[in-house]
């Protein structure tokens, strides 16, 4: 199933072109008045320079008038192959599609909303039949069955035609087209990015990427940098500006030797204030007692870190090199 890019606005389709694999761009003067466009000769030009297939509207009150606009827009340096001129249904419609087919050029019968019409179409030589599923679902009428419709009868005949899946609202109509079976579909850039999004493979994907992290970053690339040491002779209050200042929510504190005697948290703090009250505030840090603190050598891969942390369930892992503290390890380092 081909699959073009249904806009008029530059950024969105040198966005949707990067992809690499989309088969052309349709647009319409409808979309060149939204986005402010005066310049139509000049876009079309532009835009011919910018996607592999276009197709653009050539209007008329007759079939020679439609066939000359479009004799006149070739004129342009646009290329007969990759230009794919679109004209409304209509009885003249259908008479210019087979002017125009005669000459080679490349035709998209659309505004097609019966079967009737497009089957005028496909019998004029139409390269594309393009009815419209979102308009006619606006209007209450089961345009599915309609498209299923046209992919039969040119399956059923054997016409040289293409149908196309247009005016899609929704990433349901482009499941709807797959599951029909049309040749083309063509999609605004606003539905075609949400094509590939799924939850379950964000988590997934999430998941491979964090666990291939664990097995090839070491612990001292992990840490942002920022070693938040004091030395014991620190009073409390001095330390709890030192937390704010190192924005952790612990600080590993060092003997004067540079040797680690603990670690100081927010949560200590906490107890020492519930237990103890304000007083404790005038103390030094060499006046608490600490528990052995949890250490990582910096040059461990990051799974031995998420085993230790699992291990002894902290948030924080003091990180050393010989045995002095570079830095801390959060557990949120481990998804960074």
Do not use: W
């Amino acid at each position: 199933m081909e699959l073009y890019l249904d806009s008029a606005n530059l950024k969105e389709i040198e966005e949707g072109f990067k992809l690499g694999f989309l088969n052309g761009l349709t647009t319409t003067p409808t979309f060149m008045q939204k986005e402010g466009i005066t310049d139509i000769d000049g876009t079309i030009v532009k835009l011919s320079k910018m996607v592999p297939v276009l197709q653009i509207e050539a209007l008329g009150n007759t079939a020679e008038d439609v066939l000359a606009e479009a004799e006149r827009q070739i004129k342009l340096g646009l290329d007969p192959q990759k230009t794919v001129f679109k004209i409304p249904v209509s009885l003249e419609g259908v008479r210019a599609c087979k002017l125009l087919r005669d000459k080679g050029y490349l035709v998209n019968i659309h505004l097609v909303y019966t079967l009737q019409q497009a089957y005028m179409a496909m019998q004029a030589g139409a390269t594309y039949v393009c009815p419209l599923v979102g308009r006619l679902q606006d209007q209450g009428h089961d345009a599915l069955a309609l498209v299923e419709q046209c992919v039969d009868a040119v399956e059923l005949y054997g016409y040289d035609t293409k149908i196309m899946f247009s005016s899609v609202r929704t990433v349901e109509h482009v499941r709807n087209a797959i599951n029909i079976g049309v040749h083309t579909i063509t999609v605004p850039l606003k539905i075609l990015k949400q094509l590939t999004e799924n939850n379950f493979t964000t988590v997934g994907t999430d998941q491979f990427i964090m666990d291939t992290r664990l097995m090839m970053v070491k612990v001292k690339e992990a840490i942002n940098g920022v070693n938040p040491i004091v030395t014991e002779d620190t009073n409390i209050t001095d330390a709890i500006i030192k937390l704010t200042e190192y924005n952790f929510g612990a600080i590993t504190v060092v003997r004067n030797d540079g040797s680690i005697k603990g670690v100081f948290t927010d949560g200590s703090l906490r107890k020492l204030l519930g237990d103890k009250g304000r007083d404790i505030l005038t103390k030094k840090l060499s006046d608490l007692e600490y528990r052995e603190p949890i250490t990582i050598d910096g040059n461990v891969l990051l799974n031995d870190a998420n085993i230790l942390f699992k291990k002894t369930n902290v948030d924080t892992i003091v990180v050393t090199d010989n045995g002095k503290p570079v830095g801390m390890l959060d557990i949120q380092d481990l998804k960074s």
